[in-house]
């Protein structure tokens, strides 16, 4: 037996053309085969063979041979047998039967359908059973397949199940559906059956992943179902969306990780087309920060709404010659006629960029450059504060001066009452476009606000996957932090239909939804990667989750309205609100002492100046600038006397 199994492996990793040989060869066998045993159980053990039965069994074998190479029985891969391929087989040996009572009839004068019938049903055992056999002898060794379950038995997953069915990773063990009427029926042999019913699975059969074909589901339906999931430990993956699958994009069998849009259950609303539209068809815009997260997702969405010429500004090289790339090819390949310009520089140089505004007549800004990372610009005031509030000052007089018609602010959650210098940074940059709109209406300065964006460089969900993969922990600074998130194309869209209400000095805020908790979001990706939280209820879990403590200037919670004075506008999920401001002459002079405080390398006066300003800034920790601590230890080695950060105001 041990010695046959190394012959049939040998067989089957041999070359396609010996595979080939092998099958006509095993055929000729079981044909003749086929023939002499029929023959002997309808005349016998001693039948007398005469030249009829000589010619009947050699045209048999002959013809039957070349029915089955023309139905293109040796092209088929054993191991990726279906039902068309088993259909084919079917026809084959009725054809052969056929022949064989035909060259009976023919050479011998008369027929015997028992014999007839007998050649048939043993050509049915022999030519396809052993075929099938070979099969499951195939998917037997395959030692790396997965059983999975599939969530939806509707036309995406009979396809999803029928694909996996080709391929050597997954097997389709049960279909699951919230349809009752389908519970307890099969679909190509596959049981459908309730989630209620999927322990017993994953006991019986080691399920190890549950696919979700429900392309069509809205992130809120998804979001449910992963909930119902979360008890089980499986690992969850998901095909794409219906557009991109029918579009050709993708294919259905190409599988993902759950998308953190789906745990968030939050469903975009779709786009007010007029108001996209307002400030960019036919237009020259500038986007600068082009090559960051916000600022790339703005530029792709803008060469789509037909702008005249897209201006791309960016200070990193590297990035700018990235959405550079991208966005050339997405204008050839969808036939746009855009220009499309490539500038690199600082928003902290103020001539280069009116000279730019001014160059190609610039007509829309949306300034999206800033440094944004909370613990950085805290260990880094000096230079967080110039470009955050000096690169918008400039940009915006820049504006002024080329003529530009609108200038959007990106702005941030961050800047409502502030505990950190980023957060008050850029609140002081909405003072100050507040002020200029009062001191000159020529340009239409409009601010947009609204909280973390999923997918961008910082964003804690990447950070938790990558950290679940490598076997935890997963890090969270705090249990009961909370934030609001939305997708980056979201949160792109809605910044250009609110940049498009703008009147002059509006502030804009984005409904970002429920806020989540980080702690419950790392423990439901876990859950959902078919991984278990360990804690000191559950030692032996997979995946710990280790709290950090809160980092530099971080909050528990971010808020989006400093005061309660807000508005509705004409798109739901965007709201205007009445917030405090300063008088240009004010605005201009504490510019003025910025600017000298951060040529002085003065911290503490630019944290006395940002308190001083209604920026609602309240800082909860000591100065924690890199070169401010260096500072302040050289003052106690000379003997002078440093004061601590809370002790100042």
């Not at 790339?296 to 090289?317: A, D, G, M, V, W």
């Not at 080329?402 to 959007?408: I, L, Q, S, T």
């Not at 250009?496 to 209400?501: E, V």
Request: with cysteine; proline share 3%; net charge neutral.
């Amino acid at each position: 037996m041990k010695m046959l199994f190394e012959l049939l492996n040998g067989a089957l990793n041999s070359s396609r053309n010996m595979k080939r040989l092998l099958a006509v060869s095993f055929d000729f066998v079981a044909i003749s085969l086929c023939i002499l045993i029929s023959s002997w159980i309808a005349y016998g053990p001693d039948p007398i063979w005469t030249k009829g039965d000589v010619y009947v069994h050699f045209f048999t074998l002959v013809t039957s041979v070349i029915v089955f190479i023309k139905s293109g029985f040796y092209r088929a891969i054993l191991r990726y047998i279906g039902l068309s391929t088993i259909s084919a087989l079917f026809v084959g040996i009725v054809i052969s039967t056929v022949l064989y009572a035909s060259f009976s009839y023919i050479f011998r004068s008369n027929l015997d359908l028992t014999q007839v019938v007998l050649y048939w049903s043993f050509m049915i055992v022999f030519v396809g059973g052993s075929r099938l056999l070979i099969k499951s002898y195939i998917e037997q060794q395959n030692k790396e397949i997965s059983s999975v379950a599939i969530y939806g038995a509707g036309a995406a997953g009979r396809q999803l199940a029928s694909a996996l069915k080709q391929g050597d990773n997954y097997r389709a063990i049960i279909f699951i559906d919230d349809n009752k009427n389908l519970h307890k029926s099969e679909i190509d042999g596959i049981k459908v059956v309730g989630v209620d019913d999927l322990q017993k699975y994953i006991r019986s059969h080691a399920l190890s992943y549950i696919f979700l074909a429900l392309p069509s589901a809205s992130h809120a339906r998804r979001n449910d179902i992963l909930k119902s999931l979360e008890p089980y430990p499986v690992k969850v993956k998901t095909i794409a969306g219906l557009e991109d699958i029918v579009s050709g994009k993708v294919k259905i069998e190409e599988l993902k990780d759950v998308e953190i849009e789906d745990l968030l259950g939050r469903d975009s609303v779709s786009p007010n087309e007029q108001l996209l539209k307002s400030c960019i068809e036919d237009k020259v815009v500038m986007v600068t920060g082009a090559g960051g997260s916000i600022g790339s997702e703005l530029c792709r969405q803008i060469i789509f709404l037909k702008p005249k010429t897209l201006l791309l500004y960016e200070i990193s090289e590297f990035g700018l010659y990235a959405i550079e790339k991208e966005l050339s090819t997405t204008i050839k390949e969808n036939n746009l006629n855009v220009k499309l310009y490539a500038l690199l520089g600082s928003v902290q140089h103020k001539s280069r960029l009116q000279r730019c505004m001014e160059r190609f007549k610039a007509q829309t800004v949306y300034h999206a450059a800033a440094y944004k990372h909370v613990p950085i610009v805290e260990h880094n005031v000096i230079e967080g504060v110039r470009n955050n509030v000096f690169g918008t000052y400039h940009a915006a007089e820049a504006a002024l001066a080329a003529g530009v018609e609108k200038f959007v602010l990106i702005s941030t959650d961050k800047a409502v009452r502030p505990t950190n210098v980023m957060g008050a940074s850029k609140r002081f940059a909405e003072l100050v476009l507040q002020a200029l709109t009062l001191k000159d209406s020529r340009t239409i300065f409009t601010m947009v606000r609204f909280g973390n964006v999923l997918g961008s460089s910082g964003s804690v969900v990447p950070l938790f996957r990558e950290q679940i993969r490598k076997g935890g922990p997963i890090t969270v600074t705090h249990p009961d932090i909370i934030r609001y998130f939305m997708t980056i194309p979201e949160a792109a869209q809605l910044v250009i239909q609110a940049g498009a209400m703008g009147k002059g000095g509006d502030v804009f805020v984005l409904d970002m939804g429920e806020p989540v908790k980080i702690a419950a979001l790392a423990e439901r990706m876990v859950h959902l990667m078919g991984r278990t939280i360990r804690s000191s209820t559950h030692p032996t879990g997979d995946i710990e989750i280790q709290y950090s403590g809160l980092r530099p200037g971080e909050k528990l919670f971010e808020e989006l309205l400093i005061g309660e004075n807000v508005e509705g506008t004409e798109h739901s999920r965007i709201m205007r609100a009445q917030e405090e401001f300063m008088e240009w002459e004010k605005t201009k002079n504490s510019l003025l002492r910025l600017s000298d405080l951060c040529d002085q390398m003065d911290c503490e006066g630019i944290i006395r100046l940002l308190l001083e300003i209604p920026t609602g800034y309240d800082p909860q920790h000591e100065m924690c600038d890199l070169l401010w601590e260096g500072h302040a230890k050289q003052g106690q080695s000379e003997g002078s006397k440093v004061v601590p950060f809370k002790t100042l105001f």
